[in-house]
């Protein structure tokens, strides 16, 4: 059973972005003349962000048919493109194709209407390279592992210390992290940067994706309880493996700050410096946490190490990260609502509870 699109949705979509594709960076025009006179060719497809049957990439057991072969499930592409989204469907997430579709649209919007060229009502994505700049960003383009992003604002770290980066020599385990999409990339080479009406555009080579695992191959481990305690069964410690052990593997990384284990301080997260600046936005707290724990997931631990793996590379993405209760702490944790997907491409969502540090031993 495929909930596939009316001829009319379809041609809706390729209407709205004026039949480009709207894979970032592409903008192919998918229509033209026929050698017969009285027909066009179209090399376009309507393609379905959520999938429209079980089997198929992003398929979301929680939508109806009729949401599914929705003019809002939907996005033209090149067959080229539509074809990539589909079989190489772990690297691109709904998010991204979402985003990606308004850009088209807003496009060919610009396109009919003159209007300027700055686009008040573009997507933004977080964006972070490595540790110490995280920026609002659109996507510009994805093609061939050049990644480009527009900068609006810096919510870490400045543009200086951008520029920095991109004329430093030793930029090995330099690293992406983009939010929307739920994946990082190691960068092949230094970032370059340029100034576009009055905007940084920022590109990056980056490297292939980090292979993930499903979450029953790794290894059992003793039991650790919200207090730090190992739990104790029948006078036996308690072992636990498979989802259990990856989910306690997720909660304690989640507590343990960025740099606080010596030997190994990429484990860490950077949540509780986060938690204390932006506790009256938990939007944007909910978008950083995301950030952070897709870092975790997709980056290795030592980055110019090819030997060396990514802390959590048994989940494939994180969905969506909601900070609940207002933010509140409850005996110095905060409880957060994590939506993810395995590496076995299995979903899973659940509350846990993370320990937030003081602010004295965040600043
Ligand atoms: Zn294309």
Redesign the pocket.
């Given at each position: 059973m495929r909930d596939n699109f009316s001829s009319k949705t379809k041609r809706t979509l390729a209407d709205r972005v004026a039949w480009k594709?709207s894979?970032s960076g592409?903008?192919?025009v998918t229509i033209g003349p026929n050698v017969a006179q009285d027909k066009s060719t179209n090399l376009g497809e309507a393609a379905h962000i959520f999938a429209a049957s079980e089997d198929g990439p992003r398929y979301n057991p929680n939508m109806t048919p009729v949401e599914r072969k929705s003019i809002e499930n939907g996005i033209w592409?090149?067959r080229?493109?539509a074809r990539l989204i589909d079989n190489d469907f772990f690297n691109y997430s709904a998010a991204t194709l979402q985003q990606w579709k308004l850009i088209a649209e807003e496009s060919a919007y610009k396109n009919i209407t003159k209007i300027g060229s700055n686009h008040p009502n573009h997507p933004y994505t977080l964006v972070a390279i490595d540790n110490d700049i995280v920026f609002e960003g659109v996507w510009l383009s994805a093609k061939n592992d050049n990644w480009k992003f527009e900068i609006n604002k810096f919510i870490i770290g400045s543009i200086e210390l951008m520029i920095d980066k991109s004329t430093s020599r030793n930029n090995s385990g330099s690293f992406v992290v983009v939010e929307s999409q739920g994946d990082g990339r190691i960068l092949k080479e230094p970032l370059s940067w340029e100034l576009a009406n009055n905007k940084y555009i920022i590109s990056l080579i980056v490297r292939d994706k980090s292979i993930r695992k499903s979450p029953q191959s790794i290894v059992s481990g003793v039991a650790i309880g919200i207090d730090g305690e190992i739990i104790i069964e029948n006078r036996t410690m308690k072992i636990i493996k498979g989802v259990d052990y990856a989910i306690q593997l997720v909660r304690i990384c989640l507590s343990v700050g960025f740099g606080e284990i010596r030997e190994v301080p990429t484990i860490g997260t950077n949540l509780s410096t986060y938690y204390w600046k932006f506790r009256n936005n938990l939007n944007q707290l909910g978008k950083l946490a995301k950030l952070d724990i897709t870092r975790l997931i997709s980056i290795p631990e030592i980055a110019n190490n090819d030997s060396s793996i990514p802390t959590l590379n048994f989940i494939n993405r994180i969905i969506d990260v909601e900070i609940l209760n207002n933010g509140i702490l409850n005996n110095d944790k905060i409880a957060i609502k994590l939506k993810l997907e395995w590496g076995d491409g299995t979903y899973w969502e659940d509350t846990i509870n993370i320990n937030v540090k003081n602010l004295a031993s965040c600043v």
């Open positions: 594709c894979f592409c903008s192919q592409m090149c080229h493109h």
